[in-house]
């Protein structure tokens, strides 16, 4: 069989808007939440900040034309664009609209509508909305009309020979198996034939046949019920979120069985949305870039195993900077999430099981040993002993008199370490 194609989800929100000039404050980005993030606890990776690309702004060609050329280097086969519409009106639209608009981006993309209510909370809920999902009767047609040309780019990422869309919440629908009646008939009547529907796997949704979709993509963490941690933590806030040890919710997500029989399969390399949500945060602890690698090349394996000749595997993401999930090379690990992607890609199986498994007792964070108490307090008061025994020695120094006095006490000092050294090993049989 052969190998999965590699599809990394992309977040738009890397440019100015109106609707976040509004909301967050003249000239707000996604950057603007990543630089403000803070550590929760001891060892916590907070915040994490770009190298390779830096605080990059997705109106400019030349980045774009280099994360492409990243990702192609690095064994990613395309990218999924999140796609916000809201009844016609679109947001963070400038970065895919100049992908379509320029033929160097030779790339392959689909699209994920994000279909749900844009909120100030960054969870989707019914309050502090700023932008809502409103489902109008014409919104059905109206949606996959505007969505057609793009569709119809030669680039735009296919399965069994059709166009692929991912509904990011079809459970919020009115009518979904409505919806998805109305887009086909469409794209028949306009020439473009069938289309592949597949249902994102989010917020208890883990059945896409009740839509009439054709396929279901995971969409981890969403949908995680192993791992939870907070208990072994020492926050230095009220934390009112979720610590979830890394192999534990990648190994539920490989074992885990669905209703209905094409299911595509994702992999993140890290999460953490303290950077949005602060104390409401969800993170994986031990994300390291083997235990990354350990868990995509474990689900490339099972997609080769399960016969479909046409398969993706999907990584979430490509660049959710302030949800610390991210392949882009960042200041602590650099390219080493893409050296493993491509790893895999590459057909290497370096692991056997997830190399970093150590919990916060364990004196560990991310597969770093933590400072802890005891060696800090002895950093403390080493700096401040020599720090002090420096200022004496000037005092010392500038009275004449107790330099003399205190010379013999130093001589003989000196005297006694010098025989504590031990011998030259010239010396030694």
Request: with cysteine; hydrophobic share 35%; net charge neutral.
């Amino acid at each position: 069989m052969p190998n999965p194609r590699l599809i990394a989800f992309f977040l738009p929100q890397f440019h100015p808007i109106p609707e976040n000039d509004k909301n967050w404050g003249k000239g707000f980005t996604e950057w603007t939440n990543v630089t403000r993030a803070k550590p929760l606890f001891e060892g916590h990776y907070q915040p994490h900040l770009p190298s390779d690309l830096g605080f990059y702004d997705l109106r400019v060609k030349q980045t774009r034309h280099a994360q492409i050329d990243m990702a192609k280097s690095f064994g990613i086969d395309g990218f999924c664009y999140h796609y916000y519409w809201f009844s016609g009106q679109r947001v963070l639209e400038q970065p895919m609209n100049a992908m379509l608009a320029d033929p160097e981006s030779n790339f392959p993309f689909c699209l994920c509508w994000a279909n749900e209510n844009w909120t100030r909370r960054w969870d989707a809920a019914d309050y502090d909305v700023i932008l809502e999902q409103k489902y109008h009767p014409e919104d059905d047609e109206k949606f996959i009309r505007d969505l057609l040309p793009v569709l119809q780019d030669p680039r735009y990422i296919r399965v069994d020979g059709k166009p692929f869309i991912i509904i990011y919440c079809p459970q919020h629908m009115p009518d979904a198996v409505k919806s998805a009646g109305i887009w086909r008939k469409y794209c028949r009547k306009e020439g473009l034939g069938e289309i592949h529907l597949c249902a994102a796997l989010t917020h208890g949704n883990d059945d896409y046949t009740r839509f009439d979709f054709d396929s279901g993509v995971e969409f981890p963490p969403h949908n995680a019920t192993e791992g939870f941690m907070n208990h072994e933590i020492l926050f230095n806030v009220s934390f009112r979120g979720a610590a979830l040890q890394y192999a534990s919710v990648a190994n539920s997500f490989l074992d885990r069985v669905y209703r209905g029989d094409r299911i595509f399969k994702t992999v993140v390399p890290s999460w953490d949305n303290t950077a949005r949500t602060r104390e409401r945060a969800v993170f994986m602890f031990n994300a390291t870039p083997e235990n990354y690698e350990y868990w995509l090349a474990s689900t490339v394996d099972k997609s080769v195993s399960s016969g479909d000749e046409d398969s993706l595997v999907f990584i979430n993401a490509w660049n959710e900077w302030a949800e610390g999930c991210h392949l882009e090379p960042d200041q602590r690990y650099g390219k080493a999430f893409l050296k493993a992607t491509l790893d895999v890609k590459n057909g290497e199986r370096r692991f056997t099981d997830f190399a970093h498994q150590d919990s916060y007792a364990d004196g560990t964070a991310d597969g770093k040993k933590l400072v802890g108490f005891w060696s800090d307090l002895g950093s403390v008061f080493g700096y401040h002993f020599w720090l002090n025994l420096g200022k004496t020695k000037r005092k010392i120094n500038s009275r004449p008199w107790l330099r003399t006095l205190l010379l013999p006490l130093v001589r003989w000092g000196r005297k006694i370490r010098a025989g504590l050294k031990p011998a030259n090993s010239a010396d030694n049989p």
